[in-house]
């Protein structure tokens, strides 16, 4: 079966979705290499990306899509095929999320933490017919590789840390390959997928299917008008209405909040500019400042936290008063830390969002010199509201506790699990919406109360990690007898991993051992950075453990001057 019936299968597959669909009238659908080639047709001299000395035009930008989109199709991927990108920001991630969607094909983002195993699952759960992967992750790429016999293509973008293999193709032959067929230009439209994965709460990554359309406009900044308008994409970038920015994403462009924000940058004709792969706080500041960024993309106290402290030490370093707007989702951002931070970029608007990968527009919050944190709280968006469990919605200032629901521009569902679809993506009041499971109330005021996820998942600088997944893990050390995962607070990413271990009798855990065994066989931000030793779990009758009164004691735990075990190894 091809991709493209295989997409087929899958809209059939998501029932209500498709007639939803083929209800509504006949409008013009964005499309992404639409706008982008538009703009780079428009002002091909403005600079696309910046990465260290690097610095691409529009116009080259261009150019090197088209070489990415011919070599795909030359080595016989077929319309809406799959392309899988394992890459660390910089100009190639971009390059090949454009050449992908040039040529009609989706894009795929892949954690590059994830080890062989997870890369094996998540590749073949999306039925991936190329892979793009940075150079620095070739053994874990030539580790999985022998288990994929369907890849057509894997393109090596070389960062001088690991030769090319003779099985893997030159990206930097490829971004020179030239033009695209002009039939693959014509085939491409708004329908077509952009399939962004995500841990959720399941304990496995599942793929977001968003139609391109859909997603342009959840995530329009530009202010485009609801049907695809080229015309108006060129006259707004002449009037340059609004200013084009220089947006900067320390988040990773492989997760969808880094994606997205990318997205928008480019869709006004900005210039998108990327740090090296490890969040290094110097080198994030020293680029704010010699870029003039003026957009900047955070994880909330995951990076905002490590920023104010570095200018607090260093006040006299930085000039990062150009930031107009700093953006985050994923994870807690404290009023304290914003405070801070705009006392270095007293212009900027701090926008603090709640989307997911399944929803857009859930709401967010406005922080900015002249509205401080107490008149400040999340706000539902226009198309956001808050349902019960019976699918009603909840009053304002009732009390009651629901969840976040979503209507409009949502995605189609999640690729090749309809009952997952059918769960996250129901029909209320005649309507699809997206409802990815935060609970919430209603103050009377319209603003909300956020509960967290109604499951035990955690949430770790805005990574997402299924307790489970973990446990099954740990206890296949030889020494583990049980173990329960849970996600304890912290200042900085929002909650860590810590694991409470009952050794098997006459065993005993090595903390730091089990940590390292651990990372041998997850991602390392998976791996618990604590680990308390028990003589029991004192699970019920059931065999469930207490998850909330277990979390409790570990922080108990924490806050001792010396516990057993370890507290921080990560």
């Given at each position: 079966?091809?991709q493209w019936?295989?997409?087929?299968?899958?809209?059939?597959?998501l029932?209500t979705a498709v007639?939803?669909?083929?209800?509504?009238?006949t409008?013009k659908?964005?499309?992404?290499?639409?706008?982008?080639?538009?703009?780079?047709?428009?002002?091909?001299d403005?600079?696309?990306?910046v990465?260290?000395?690097?610095?691409?035009s529009?116009?080259?930008?261009?150019?090197?899509?088209?070489g990415?989109?011919?070599?795909?199709?030359?080595?016989?991927?077929?319309?809406?095929?799959?392309?899988?990108?394992?890459?660390?920001?910089g100009?190639?991630?971009m390059d090949c999320?454009?050449?992908?969607?040039?040529?009609?094909?989706?894009?795929?983002?892949?954690?590059?933490?994830?080890?062989?195993?997870?890369l094996?699952?998540?590749?073949?759960?999306?039925?991936?017919?190329?892979?793009?992967?940075s150079?620095?992750?070739?053994?874990?790429v030539?580790e999985?590789r022998?288990?994929?016999?369907?890849?057509?293509?894997?393109?090596?973008?070389?960062?001088?840390?690991?030769?090319?293999?003779d099985?893997?193709?030159?990206?930097a032959?490829?971004?020179?390959?030239?033009?695209?067929?002009?039939?693959a230009?014509?085939?491409?439209?708004?329908?077509?997928?952009?399939?962004i994965?995500?841990?959720?709460?399941t304990?496995?990554?599942?793929?977001?299917?968003?139609?391109q359309?859909?997603?342009?406009?959840a995530?329009?900044?530009?202010?485009?008008?609801?049907?695809?308008n080229?015309?108006q994409?060129?006259?707004?970038i002449?009037?340059?209405?609004?200013?084009?920015?220089v947006?900067?994403?320390?988040?990773?462009l492989m997760?969808?909040?880094?994606?997205?924000?990318a997205?928008?940058?480019?869709?006004r004709?900005?210039?998108?500019?990327?740090?090296?792969?490890?969040f290094?706080?110097?080198?994030l500041?020293?680029t704010?400042q010699?870029e003039?960024?003026?957009?900047l993309?955070?994880?909330g106290d995951?990076?905002?936290?490590?920023i104010v402290?570095a200018?607090?030490?260093?006040p006299?370093?930085?000039d990062?008063s150009?930031?107009?707007?700093?953006?985050?989702?994923?994870?807690?951002?404290s009023?304290?830390?914003k405070?801070?931070?705009?006392?270095?970029?007293?212009?900027?608007?701090?926008?603090?969002?709640?989307?997911?990968?399944?929803?857009?527009?859930?709401g967010r919050?406005?922080?900015s010199?002249?509205?401080?944190?107490?008149?400040?709280?999340?706000?539902?968006?226009?198309?956001?509201?808050?349902i019960?469990?019976?699918?009603?919605e909840v009053?304002p200032?009732?009390?009651?506790?629901?969840?976040?629901?979503?209507?409009?521009?949502?995605?189609?569902?999640?690729?090749?699990?309809?009952?997952?679809?059918?769960?996250?993506?129901?029909?209320?009041?005649?309507e699809r919406?997206?409802?990815?499971?935060?609970?919430?109330t209603?103050?009377?005021?319209?603003?909300?109360?956020?509960?967290?996820?109604?499951?035990?998942?955690?949430?770790?600088?805005?990574?997402?990690?299924?307790?489970?997944?973990?446990?099954?893990?740990l206890?296949q050390?030889?020494?583990?007898?049980?173990?329960v995962?849970v996600g304890?607070?912290?200042?900085?990413?929002?909650?860590t991993?810590?694991?409470?271990?009952?050794?098997?009798?006459?065993?005993?855990?090595?903390?730091?051992?089990?940590?390292?065994?651990a990372?041998?066989l997850?991602?390392?931000?998976?791996?618990?950075?604590?680990?308390?030793?028990?003589?029991?779990?004192?699970?019920g009758?059931?065999?469930?453990?207490?998850?909330a009164?277990?979390?409790?004691?570990v922080?108990?735990?924490l806050?001792?001057?010396s516990?057993?075990?370890?507290?921080?190894?990560?």
């Open positions: 079966m091809c019936d295989r997409l087929d299968v899958a809209h059939r597959l029932g007639r939803n669909e083929s209800s509504r009238p409008v659908l964005w499309n992404f290499a639409d706008v982008w080639e538009t703009i780079a047709a428009t002002v091909p403005r600079t696309a990306q990465h260290g000395d690097e610095r691409v529009w116009e080259q930008f261009d150019a090197r899509a088209e990415i989109a011919r070599t795909l199709l030359e080595a016989g991927l077929s319309r809406q095929s799959h392309v899988a990108l394992l890459l660390y920001n100009p190639a991630y999320a454009f050449g992908i969607v040039k040529a009609g094909l989706v894009p795929v983002n892949t954690n590059y933490r994830y080890g062989p195993e997870e094996e699952y998540l590749w073949t759960n999306a039925d991936a017919a190329a892979v793009v992967f150079g620095a992750l070739t053994e874990a030539a999985v022998p288990r994929l016999p369907t890849v057509r293509l894997w393109l090596h973008v070389d960062d001088g840390s690991h030769p090319r293999p099985w893997a193709q030159d990206y032959a490829a971004i020179q390959a030239g033009s695209a067929p002009t039939a230009r014509a085939a491409r439209s708004g329908e077509d997928l952009v399939l994965y995500t841990g959720g709460t304990g496995l990554p599942k793929g977001v299917m968003w139609r359309h859909e997603l342009y406009r995530s329009d900044t530009a202010r485009d008008p609801v049907e695809a080229l015309a994409v060129r006259q707004r002449l009037e340059r209405r609004p200013e084009p920015p947006g900067l994403s320390a988040s990773p997760h969808g909040t880094g994606y997205v924000f997205g928008t940058i480019l869709n004709a900005g210039t998108l500019v990327t740090t090296s792969r490890s290094d706080v110097v080198e500041l020293d704010i010699r003039r960024v003026t957009a993309c955070i994880v995951a990076f905002c936290l490590p402290d200018l607090d030490a260093d006299e370093r930085w990062i150009s930031l107009t707007a700093v953006s985050s989702g994923g994870m807690v951002w009023q304290r830390s405070q801070r931070l705009l006392r270095y970029a007293p212009e900027a608007i701090l926008v603090d969002t709640l989307n997911s990968s399944e929803a857009s527009g859930m919050s406005i922080t010199q002249r509205k401080p944190p107490d008149a400040t709280r999340f706000r539902l968006g226009k198309n956001a509201f808050v019960d469990d019976h699918n009603q009053e200032g009732s009390g009651r506790i629901g969840r976040v629901a979503v209507r409009g521009d949502i995605p189609l569902g999640y690729y090749k699990d309809p009952e997952k679809t059918r769960q996250t993506f129901p029909e209320i009041n005649g919406c997206a409802v990815p499971g935060d609970y919430a209603v103050e009377a005021d319209g603003t909300i109360t956020l509960l967290g996820r109604g499951s035990t998942s955690i949430n770790t600088a805005g990574e997402k990690v299924y307790p489970e997944e973990v446990e099954q893990v206890k050390h030889p020494d583990v007898a049980d173990v995962v304890v607070p912290s200042e900085r990413f929002g909650e991993v810590a694991a409470v271990v009952q050794p098997r009798p006459s065993a005993s855990v090595d903390p730091v051992a089990l940590i390292v065994y990372k041998t997850l991602a390392g931000y998976k791996a618990p950075r604590h680990v308390m030793v028990v003589t029991s779990l004192e699970r009758p059931s065999g469930k453990a207490d998850y009164a277990l979390r409790s004691r922080e108990r735990w806050e001792q001057p516990p057993i075990g370890d507290r921080s190894h990560g």
